[in-house]
């Protein structure tokens, strides 16, 4: 079946820092790719997508390419602020068994300090 | 605003009852979902329904119901069979075809 593997938080980083979380996943065919972010007590909200391979999804200075080669969709984004400190979630839709379902990664927590 | 509600915030039960959860949307978005999230874990499925009076069954339905009378609305009941519900369980709903999944606030809740 269809799965996510992402890096373990946390992740701590120093304000202004490079950040990189790594997302890879199995799936048949070519599923559409999505990050999600999650602030404390929050529901999740979509930061980006992708829907076909080489495909760029950015917004809000994060960035995520799909890597069909190399099954990945790494989250990266050059200059972290305190306000990213949440906990993002890599997701894949897939093309068997329930069209519409999405699978989620275990989700990585950032925390961003001063 | 268009968006989903999802209410209470916190719920707090006791062992055996059962409880329902509210999810409304003003979105006009055909299909909605339950996911569960427990701590350190990914969400999972509960149940999912693409057009009102119908739903699927996901990864954990065992000791959930859902119901699907109207468009805006998608209620889950934790039943009293539910072995482990303390946990925070998140609505969501998504328009035909766009892949994108619009998520409510949560609600958590906790059996004693």
């Known amino acids: 079946g269809d799965s996510v593997t992402q890096m373990e938080g946390p992740v701590t980083l120093s304000e202004e820092a490079f950040l990189t979380i790594n997302c890879t996943y199995t799936a048949t065919g070519y599923p559409s790719l999505f990050w999600y972010v999650q602030y404390p007590g929050e529901g999740l909200q979509l930061l980006l997508k992708a829907t076909k391979a080489d495909d760029k999804g950015s917004n809000k200075g994060f960035e995520a390419t799909y890597r069909k080669e190399t099954t990945s969709f790494h989250l990266e984004k050059g200059s972290v602020q305190v306000s990213d400190s949440a906990v993002y979630f890599c997701?894949?839709?897939?093309?068997?068994?329930?069209?519409?379902?999405?699978?989620f990664g275990t989700g990585t927590q950032l925390k961003v300090e001063l | 605003d268009g968006g989903i509600t999802q209410s209470p915030k916190y719920l707090f039960r006791k062992e055996g009852q059962n409880v329902t959860l509210s999810c409304e949307q003003n979105?006009?978005?055909?299909?909605m979902y339950w996911y569960r999230q427990d701590p350190g874990q990914g969400l999972r499925l509960i149940y999912y329904s693409q057009i009102v009076n119908d739903f699927q069954k996901g990864d954990i339905a065992e000791g959930y119901s859902v119901s699907r009378e109207k468009k805006e609305s998608f209620p889950l009941t934790v039943t009293s069979a539910q072995k482990n519900p303390t946990a925070f369980y998140l609505c969501a709903s998504e328009i035909e075809d766009n892949y994108e999944q619009y998520f409510g606030p949560g609600t958590r809740l906790t059996v004693t």
């Open positions: 997701a894949l839709r897939g093309l068997t068994g329930g069209g519409n379902k999405l699978t």
């Open positions: 979105l006009n978005h055909d299909a």
